[in-house]
C-alpha cells in the first residue's frame, strides 16, 4: 500500500539554528515527490518537485533531496519567517491523486 | 505563473442554505481540479477529483449529493455544498494540474473557510 511518513510531527528551531525533515515513502513506480509549505489559513504553496534519486532542488534557505525511500527537506540558517507547516505528497499509483504526509509543523524562534 | 485563485475566500451561512465555492486557474489550463477539506490541525484530505467535461470522481465516504462538483471549463471548478449543516464547517481548498505537461504538479487555492450557523 502507497505510504508518505513524515518526521518529526513538530519541531522548534532558534533563529539560525539549522534542521532537516523527513519524509519517507513507499510507493510502487514514484513520479515524483513534491514538497509544500502551508501557513495557518492558506492553501499549500507548491515548493519543489523531486523525480530521481540523488536530485537536489534549492531555493532561498531550503535545500530539498531524495533518496529511494526518503526525501529531506533542509533548512539553512532559518528565520522566523520560515515557520509553517511543510507537507510532502507522492502520486498514487495509476492516479494523479496526492498521497499526503501529516505534515510537520516547524516554529522558529527570534 | 501556476496562479490559482478560490472565492470567497471566507463565507457564513444558514444551515440549510446552500453555498457555491469558486476555484479558477488563473494562467493555466486544467483538466483536473482536485477539492480538498482540512480540519484544524490535520493534513488535506481528498473529497473528489474534478474532470473537465465529465462527471467528478468522489473519494469514499464523501456524498457526491451533498458536494455537487462542476468542472466546466479548462479554468473553472465549482464546489457546491448543498443544505449545508454546522458539522459542513471547514477549510476547503481546491487544487488544479496543469494540463499538457508531464508533470503531476497540484497548485492549490488559498482556501475557503465555510461556517455553517
Not at chain 1, 539549522?18 to 515524483?32: A, H, I, K, M, P
Not at chain 1, 534549492?58 to 529531506?72: D, G
Not at chain 1, 533548512?75 to 507547516?85: G, L, M, R, V
Not at chain 2, 465516504?61 to 471548478?77: C, M, R, Y
Request: hydrophobic share 30%.
Amino acid at each position: 500500500e502507497d505510504q508518505v511518513t513524515q518526521s518529526p510531527e513538530a519541531l522548534r528551531l532558534q533563529e539560525g539554528e539549522s534542521s532537516s525533515l523527513n519524509c519517507s515513502y513507499t510507493v510502487s513506480g514514484l513520479r515524483g515527490l513534491f514538497w509544500y509549505r502551508q501557513d495557518p489559513g492558506k492553501g499549500p504553496e507548491f515548493l519543489f518537485t523531486l523525480y530521481s534519486a540523488g536530485e537536489e532542488k534549492e531555493k532561498e534557505r531550503l535545500k530539498a533531496t531524495l533518496t529511494k525511500k526518503e526525501s529531506f527537506l533542509h533548512i539553512t540558517a532559518p528565520k522566523p519567517e520560515d515557520s509553517a507547516t511543510y507537507l510532502c505528497a507522492v502520486p498514487s499509483v495509476g492516479t494523479y491523486k496526492y498521497i499526503f504526509g501529516t505534515g510537520t509543523r516547524l516554529k522558529v524562534l527570534a | 505563473g501556476a496562479v490559482v485563485s478560490q472565492h470567497p475566500s471566507r463565507v457564513i451561512c444558514k444551515s440549510g442554505t446552500s453555498v457555491k465555492i469558486e476555484c479558477r486557474s488563473l494562467d493555466f489550463q486544467a483538466t483536473t481540479m482536485f477539492w480538498y477539506r482540512q480540519f484544524p490541525k490535520q493534513s488535506l484530505m481528498l473529497m473528489a477529483t474534478s474532470n473537465e467535461g465529465s462527471k467528478a470522481t468522489y473519494e469514499q465516504g464523501v456524498e457526491k449529493d451533498k458536494f455537487l462538483i462542476n468542472h466546466a471549463s479548462l479554468t473553472l471548478s465549482t464546489l457546491t455544498v448543498t443544505s449545508a449543516h454546522p458539522e459542513d464547517s471547514s477549510f476547503y481548498i481546491c487544487s488544479a494540474r496543469r494540463s499538457g505537461l508531464s508533470t503531476d504538479t497540484q497548485y492549490f487555492g488559498p482556501g475557503t473557510r465555510l461556517t455553517v450557523l
